[in-house]
């Protein structure tokens, strides 16, 4: 079955250490994304990808970082920088184009998410 | 950058009773995508309905409906004969149809409701 996998689901970090979460895709997407999650505050970009080798910031990326050497990885490392670490992060995925279509082509689809604790 | 807000932090309803959740986003642009997601506990999301902004017909899912008035820029969701299974947290989100310098494809999200459903 086509989808994204997070890993791992949950993880402790430590301060001053930085951490690697994975997200993988196996639904040939061209897109991916990292978004944060806090109480009360939704879904706030991180970054996103569109092509292997490009990345952009999204509205938080200040404290973490991306990759994007292959098509189906967009792995994230929260960096001894980010202030406040502790929230759940979702990965997400899409194809690129104008219209999401009613197949589900260009909808966004996420990951089951990882929960980052800081102790 | 498009706002998105929802104004109601926790919405409850009985048990095939309706509700409806409330939205509204702000941008300058004309051609665009709005969605309803779903975050039940388990904290997947998935996606519940979306509207495309040039078709006027609202979007229907079984038993999940939109209300969009793009003039008054509002994207509010009815749940009809609601469900214990329902109950979730649910985000409005909104994407350009061509995507922007900031975000590509990405969607904005609002802060999301709360919805309890009561036997």
């Known amino acids: 079955d086509g989808g994204i996998t997070q890993s791992p689901k949950y993880l402790f970090r430590k301060e001053g250490q930085n951490v690697t979460l994975s997200c993988e895709q196996n639904?040939?997407?061209?897109?991916m994304y990292w978004y944060r999650q806090d109480p009360g505050q939704g879904l706030r970009l991180i970054y996103y990808?569109?092509?292997?080798?490009?990345?952009q910031k999204g509205d938080i990326a200040e404290g973490y970082s991306v990759s994007r050497e292959k098509k189906e990885s967009f792995p994230l490392t929260v960096t001894s920088a980010q202030k406040n670490p502790t929230a759940f992060y979702l990965c997400a995925s899409s194809g690129l184009g104008q219209r999401p279509s009613s197949s589900g082509a260009n909808v966004l689809t996420f990951g089951a998410g990882s929960r980052l604790t800081v102790l | 950058a498009q706002t998105v807000t929802q104004s109601q932090p926790e919405m409850s309803v009985q048990e095939a009773e309706t509700v409806t959740l409330s939205c509204t986003y702000d941008t300058s642009e004309s051609d665009y995508y709005l969605f309803w997601y779903k975050q039940p506990p388990s904290r997947q999301m998935i996606l519940v309905i979306r509207?495309?902004?040039?078709?006027?017909q609202n979007a229907t899912e079984n038993r999940f409906s939109v209300n969009f008035q793009k003039a008054a820029k509002s994207f509010s969701l009815k749940i009809s004969d609601s469900q214990l299974g329902d109950a979730a947290m649910y985000f409005c989100a909104y994407r350009s149809a061509w995507g922007n310098s900031n975000s590509g494809y990405a969607l904005n999200f609002g802060k999301g409701t709360s919805l309890l459903v009561t036997p």
């Open positions: 509207q495309e902004a040039y078709k006027q």
């Open positions: 639904l040939n997407h061209d897109a």
């Open positions: 990808s569109q092509i292997v080798n490009d990345f």
